[in-house]
């Protein structure tokens, strides 16, 4: 192997010229670019011979790697290009042509360096497959004598022409495919027992987002008692967002639901449930009271787990669902949305109330089943509130002492025309 020839540093080179400091720049880098090329030519053999039967590795690239000691990720395009520019052989012997010849031939004249190589490959490989090797033989000669003394932009705009040549139609248009939308929901529970959402949403979906809590979190009307709605719009903002979990939950296609509003484990035994005294756990994320877990059993698949004084498992219930789609839908039609006096609540955002409770011995049937939106459905369960059924078969609501001192019963005449 002959040795390279490295042109002779002046003595003194901070006395050298402008012209003779040029000359040397142009020296080193033409004997770089040929160093390079040989190389190129080395490692292409290794390929042909296989680096595995030569020195017992896996692939050239990990050779080279090796022996270089470069990362696999710098080594493996200085042995890609050198296979691009070199003939090679297959495993059986049969010679695979170079992809560029005539650029490999400028480059061992040290003529162009890695950078223009690289941008004519990268030219080469969008020429159509269909052309032919006359053709793609032309237009590589075309490159590579071109790179000799032109820049990166010179070949740019030959690009442009060769492709317009060969391929005038170009590819065939296609529609850009949409980007898929940034949308990102965290939900945490926090030591204290309330849970901590954070999310950040596209512009298409957040506007749909806030048009829907914006439609459920209205202030309500002021009712026939004169009571306003003081809740500030962050709490109208959340109880809408729970109003509209509801609407999704009672959903007959929703997965993992079917239609269910939620599914309480009663894991303090009937007795505690009946009394609203203690702890119940909602599907094994958090404890509620006795008293909640009455009013969620209203309208909810119930699973009650008897439990012994030690804390073990004495029976676990059978599922049931205490309020059937058809009863649902007989009482969307007596009742028209929510029953309590003065509310405009639709069916849809509505509770099926047991009037007497069921772990009282109430049965499910429309004699004892009223709509209640959650608002007056926890008004009725904690308040002071009574709900029974009237003679004619519809609902009617007693009001505290303090609001009527005769308790007159009253109605909610908004969801049908006077008689």
Request: aromatic share 6%.
């Amino acid at each position: 192997m002959s040795e390279t020839v490295l042109p002779e540093l002046p003595q003194e080179l901070w006395r050298a010229g402008k012209l003779e400091l040029a000359h040397g720049v142009q020296q080193f880098l033409q004997v770089m670019r040929v160093a390079s090329a040989g190389l190129g030519r080395y490692l292409a053999e290794v390929e042909s011979r296989g680096a595995k039967d030569l020195f017992g590795y896996g692939s050239t690239v990990a050779w080279f790697a090796d022996v270089a000691g470069l990362s696999w990720g710098e080594a493996r395009p200085v042995v890609n290009q050198a296979i691009a520019l070199n003939p090679t052989r297959a495993l059986d012997g049969s010679a695979l042509p170079a992809v560029a010849p005539t650029t490999a031939a400028v480059a061992a004249e040290g003529l162009i360096g890695g950078e223009r190589i690289q941008q004519i490959l990268a030219i080469l490989a969008r020429i159509p497959s269909t052309t032919s090797v006359e053709d793609r033989e032309s237009a590589e000669k075309t490159l590579a004598d071109l790179a000799r003394s032109a820049g990166p932009r010179e070949l740019v705009k030959a690009e442009a022409k060769i492709l317009g040549w060969l391929d005038p139609d170009g590819n065939e248009p296609k529609e850009p495919e949409p980007k898929q939308p940034r949308r990102e929901v965290t939900l945490e529970r926090r030591k204290d027992g309330f849970w901590k959402l954070n999310g950040l949403l596209d512009d298409e979906t957040g506007a749909r987002t806030a048009a829907a809590l914006e439609a459920y979190a209205k202030p309500r009307p002021v009712d026939e008692f004169g009571q306003a709605d003081l809740r500030m719009k962050c709490e109208r903002l959340g109880d809408a967002w729970a109003e509209l979990l509801d609407l999704a939950i009672a959903c007959p296609d929703q997965p993992g639901t079917s239609g269910y509003r939620t599914l309480v484990h009663v894991t303090i035994g009937l007795e505690e449930l009946k009394s609203g005294i203690g702890k119940a756990c909602l599907d094994f994320v958090g404890t509620m009271t006795a008293r909640e877990a009455r009013m969620a059993a209203c309208d909810c698949l119930m699973l009650p787990v008897v439990m012994n004084a030690a804390g073990e498992p004495l029976d676990v219930g059978r599922l049931r669902r205490f309020v059937t789609p058809g009863q649902r839908r007989a009482l969307n039609i007596r009742d028209r949305g929510c029953a309590f006096p003065g509310c405009h609540r639709r069916p849809k955002n509505c509770h099926a109330h047991h009037i007497e409770h069921w772990a009282d011995g109430g049965p499910t049937d429309l004699r004892n089943l009223v709509l209640l939106c959650s608002f007056h459905h926890r008004l009725i369960h904690h308040g002071d509130w009574q709900v029974r059924m009237a003679a004619d078969g519809l609902p009617e609501f007693i009001p505290p002492q303090y609001l009527d001192p005769l308790r007159r019963s009253r109605r909610n005449t908004l969801h049908r025309a006077p008689a």
